[in-house]
Nanobody, 127 residues
Framework: QVQLEESGGGLVQTGDSLRLSCAFSGPTSVAYAMGWFRQAPGKEREFVAAISWSGGSTYVADSLKGRFIISREYGKDTVYLQMNSLKPEDTAVYYC????????????????????WGQGTQVTVSS
């Protein structure tokens, strides 16, 4: 049983940085593509970034490149989302997701491809 637990959200000011963590637990005999999505009130869930199980491939939404960085830490099976120069429009609930056997490519943007989801962590950026 795969479980994902996000942490690290909170209230920050414009221009601040924040690092979200996603702790993965479950069978690791297969690889997973790991993704971050976000959803603001009244909006659809939006792709943020994805990383391969090896960490060798990453994919960040074009609009977030240069500010958001995805990475993973071996041994702890944890995926991180480093968010810099935060803006009020980054305010959302951020979700971690896992795609069993998935590859990291343009298809990573589609939330339908992810079988497992965390509960989400709230990020609020004040102006």
């Amino acid at each position: 049983q795969v479980q994902l637990e996000e942490s690290g959200g909170g209230l920050v000011q414009t221009g601040d940085s924040l690092r979200l963590s996603c702790a993965f637990s479950g069978p690791t005999s297969v690889a997973y593509a790991m993704g971050w999505f976000r959803q603001a009130p009244g909006k659809e869930r939006e792709f943020v970034a994805a990383i391969s199980w090896s960490g060798g491939s990453t994919y960040v939404a074009d609009s977030l490149k240069g500010r958001f960085i995805i990475s993973r830490e071996y041994g702890k099976d944890t995926v991180y989302l480093q968010m810099n120069s935060l803006k009020p429009e980054d305010t959302a609930v951020y979700y971690c997701a896992a795609d069993q056997g998935g590859a990291v490519n343009s298809g990573s943007r589609n939330p339908i491809g992810y079988e497992y989801w965390g509960q989400g962590t709230q990020v609020t950026v004040s102006s």
